[in-house]
């Protein structure tokens, strides 16, 4: 089992840039895919992004593409995730999860969960 903690969470203004990171221990995490999903209050944990074993392969929300950045550091067992330009709608809790297969592709099935960052964007 694979234990992941989120970090980098914190409030932010409109328009406003933040990186987060979630840091792996156990299991191998360079053969996972990596995503980042969050949650919004009374909302349903939706899919923001996910990146395959080596990097090479991303793939996004749309509500998410063209200003949120997934990378990773298979050296660090670390990913991270690169928003810019954000927004009130992004006020969210940020989880990260590990998928076996290493695959980008959907459907990201995920095994193991972080406990979450909060990330708050100011009007």
């Known amino acids: 089992q694979v234990q992941l903690v989120e970090s980098g969470g914190t409030l932010v203004q409109t328009g406003g840039s933040l990186r987060l990171s979630c840091a792996a221990s156990?299991?191998?995490?360079?053969?996972?895919?990596m995503g980042w999903f969050r949650q919004s209050p009374g909302k349903e944990r939706e899919f923001a992004a996910v990146i395959n074993w080596n990097g090479e392969i991303t793939r996004y929300a749309v509500s998410v593409k063209g200003r949120f950045t997934i990378s990773r550091d298979n050296a660090k067992n670390t990913v991270y995730l690169q928003m810019n330009a954000l927004k009130p709608e992004d006020t969210a809790v940020y989880f990260c999860?590990?998928?076996?297969?290493?695959?980008?592709?959907?459907?990201?099935?995920?095994?193991?969960w972080g406990k979450g960052t909060l990330v708050t964007v100011s009007a």
């Open positions: 156990g299991g191998t995490f360079s053969s996972y895919a």
């Open positions: 999860a590990t998928d076996a297969s290493g695959s980008a592709a959907p459907p990201f099935v995920p095994k193991d």
